[in-house]
């Protein structure tokens, strides 16, 4: 007897895809989404001119 070949629809790899992703931790689901790096994100630092670094730049000839 000849196997029959499976293909899936598009709305059936969908739903294994999010019953797959369901079981996975926090930590999986961070480092398979590729943005690891970003998981505990600081805003950029800024560098503020103190006043003395004001005065020098505008009295320095």
Known sequence: MARQEFTP???EIRREC???R????EDT????SG???????MPPMV???QT?????TITDP
Do not use: D, F, G, N
């Not at 689901?29 to 398979?32: D, N, P």
């Not at 003395?52 to 020098?56: A, P, S």
């Open 9 to 11: 629809t598009p709305a």
């Open 18 to 20: 999010e019953r797959i």
């Open 22 to 25: 369901s079981e996975w931790s």
């Open 29 to 32: 689901l961070w480092k398979r």
């Open 35 to 41: 943005l690891e790096q970003y998981r505990h994100w």
């Open 47 to 49: 560098h503020m001119p």
């Open 52 to 56: 003395h670094e004001l005065v020098e």
